[in-house]
């Protein structure tokens, strides 16, 4: 294939001739310790903390990875080559810690469950299959859970990009961004599994989430990151 020879299969790594991450590079992804997301102090479960919780709609967050070293290389890999290999490991790793965490697991049981992600603006959206890269993974993770992926909401305008922007100007460029859709089929009292690929403030997903809130308010909100950037 001519991906192959463009970009012939090599551990992200080590550079040996593997699928993407050999074995012993595997072991160097080390989990993300658990964090209140909005605070990152300690909270057991990757719960959001009592205080945070007082003006946040999210209410969890289940990270794989600190973003450095191997986890950095193996979702830049994923951004450009192999990515349906990559995004489908990363994709069952994660619902491996759906699977195991006690709350979504009963969730899950009780079909209770579903995952979303966060819209691009329409303009993008012909791009959308190839490059979003959280819709491909949401995608993925969907189907290794069995379980819907939902189109809660699109972009209603560009945004300027986030990269030089502090934390408050960050929050202020994303205000009313999205513009959310019919949601009378989502089952009540539903949880939504916001998927992204990395995380750095999380001020994108929880302007989300907190958007979708405003018309539908007895739905959960979760947030399931493949890795965290470190600031
Ligand atoms: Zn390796
Ligand atoms: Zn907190």
């Not at 699928?19 to 595997?26: F, Q, R």
């Not at 209603?156 to 205000?175: A, G, I």
């Not at 405003?214 to 739905?219: A, K």
Request: positive net charge; glycine residues 0%; charged residues 25%.
């Amino acid at each position: 294939m001519l991906l192959d020879l463009l970009f012939p299969r090599t551990c992200v790594w080590c550079w040996k001739k593997w699928e993407y991450l050999c074995p012993e590079c595997k072991k160097e992804l080390y989990s993300h310790p658990e964090i209140c997301p909005f605070c990152h102090q300690k909270s057991s479960d990757f719960q959001t903390c009592k205080s945070c919780a007082e003006n946040q709609v999210l209410q969890w967050i289940i990270i794989w990875f600190a973003y450095k070293w191997v986890a950095k290389k193996l979702i830049l890999k994923a951004k450009f080559a192999h990515k349906k290999d990559v995004i489908s490991f990363m994709a069952k790793r994660l619902a491996l810690l759906v699977q195991t965490n006690k709350q979504l697991k009963l969730k899950l049981e009780n079909f209770e469950l579903f995952v979303s992600y966060v819209p691009s603006h329409w303009r993008r959206r012909y791009y959308e299959k190839w490059y979003n890269q959280s819709m491909l993974l949401a995608k993925s993770l969907a189907n290794e859970l069995w379980i819907p992926m939902l189109e809660l909401a699109s972009k209603k305008s560009y945004t300027v990009s986030q990269l030089h922007l502090n934390r408050s100007e960050r929050q202020k460029n994303l205000k009313w961004v999205f513009r959310v859709w019919d949601l009378s089929q989502v089952l009540n009292w539903a949880t939504i599994l916001l998927v992204d690929d990395v995380t750095t403030t999380g001020s994108t997903l929880s302007e989300l989430a907190k958007t979708i809130h405003e018309s539908r308010n007895d739905l959960n909100f979760w947030w399931a990151v493949i890795a965290r950037n470190m600031w």
